[in-house]
């Protein structure tokens, strides 16, 4: 993964094209669900590295199912199961989690199964894609773990991204100050109307502290994965006996006032000149995790989410469908909006 899906030179190629697309629906539309639209860019530029197709287009029924069953994944993984504290009920599988489950990952499966079949029915020329690669190493893994693999990318790396774009738009659009400060930065360092690419990135500081400000408020998978202790461990004076589940609660984290001022307000300025980062060394902020386990397409995420949001901010002015703005939110393994964002695109 490290040296053909998040290699740098990798990650570079044609990322503002997908976000182009997305621009470009926001144009022709009224209203925008900015949650499901970011959906869209983020598996497009994902199923792009993988198996150089657009999965997604914005108004494709296809994608909608595919954001839907991605998003029941989501839900049915988090929702508490009985099977962890018992694990004798495992086999009754009383709140049929895992009969679920595999219904929408069978789906899934079969999706990325066709994209498999077309790509090995082709005349064996040089695509140079992740899944060719892939399936180039028959020894060490075979087509069932190409299959899961995609599954597992895509399934962690659409919703996440896509919750985090629309959580950070919701923010913008119920704190006026932050908006028209994120504009004017927008407006100065790559001019009013345009793309942001990522090369830009680095030259809009306020963009990424909004980023991060999200992160720390809306962490897209609240509790980390699940991790299992190996052996008695003490951790300030709790002992954790072998074969524990922990959940590690960034939530809380986020929204402690021990470590944050005023922890509840949307402040993106308390990162301006703060070394914090989200990069799993800074335990207050790690939405990506840290140690080994920690997210594989961080360098990823942390280019599509500022190259989506900076470029929807900075081509349209918005405002919230309605008026009312609810910021409620709906767990599941990721926290997503209850409410999805619906905004409208005021050309500039
Ligand atoms: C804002 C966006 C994202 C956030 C907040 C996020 C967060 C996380 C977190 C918290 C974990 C678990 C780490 C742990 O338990 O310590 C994780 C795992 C993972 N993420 Fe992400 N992620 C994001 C985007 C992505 C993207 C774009 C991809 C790639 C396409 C991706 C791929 C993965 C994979 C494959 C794992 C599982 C790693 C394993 O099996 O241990 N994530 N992510």
């Known amino acids: 993964m490290t040296s053909n899906i998040f290699s740098p030179s990798r990650l570079d190629a044609n990322q503002h094209l997908r976000t182009r697309k997305l621009i470009t629906y926001c144009r022709t539309a009224d209203v925008v669900d900015v949650g499901r639209a970011a959906f869209q860019t983020a598996l497009n530029a994902l199923s792009n590295t993988i198996f150089s197709v657009d999965l997604a287009d914005p108004v494709s029924d296809s994608a909608r199912e595919f954001k839907e069953i ?43 199964s066709s994209l498999i079949d077309e790509r090995l029915e082709k005349p064996k020329e040089e695509m140079n894609d992740v899944i060719d690669i892939l399936l180039s190493m028959p020894q060490e893994i075979d087509r069932t773990h190409v299959e899961h693999l995609c599954l597992d990318l895509f399934a962690a790396g659409t919703d996440t991204t896509s919750s985090t774009v629309e959580w950070a738009m919701a923010e913008a659009l119920k704190n006026p100050e932050t908006m028209k400060r994120a504009k004017a930065e927008l407006e100065e360092v790559i001019g009013k109307g345009k793309m942001v690419r990522e090369g830009d990135i680095s030259r809009l500081p306020y963009l990424q502290c909004i980023v991060k400000e999200t992160l720390r408020l809306h962490p897209p998978v609240p509790f980390l994965i699940p991790r299992k202790v190996e052996e008695d461990v003490e951790v300030s004076g709790h002992r954790v006996p072998k074969g524990s589940q922990v959940f590690v609660n960034l939530w809380a984290i986020g929204r402690d006032p021990k470590v944050w001022e005023k922890p509840l307000d949307f ?28 997210c594989p397409g961080l360098t990823l995420a942390m280019r599509m989410v500022p190259v989506m949001l900076g470029s929807l901010l900075n081509s349209f002015d918005w405002k919230v469908e309605g008026g009312k703005l609810e910021m409620d939110d709906k767990f599941g393994i990721t926290l997503v909006k209850a409410q999805p964002l619906r905004a409208v695109p005021i050309p500039l």
Do not use: H, T
């Not at 709140?95 to 069978?106: A, K």
């Open 70 to 112: 991605i998003s029941s994944i989501m839900e049915v993984a988090g929702k508490p199961n009985p099977v962890d504290f018992f694990p004798f009920l495992a086999i009754f599988d009383p709140l049929g989690i895992r009969r679920r489950l595999s219904v929408y990952f069978g789906k899934v499966i079969d999706i990325f």
């Open 267 to 294: 402040n993106p300025l308390r990162f301006l000149n703060s070394e914090v980062d989200v990069k799993g060394k800074d335990y207050e902020l790690i939405p990506f995790g840290a140690g080994r386990r920690i």
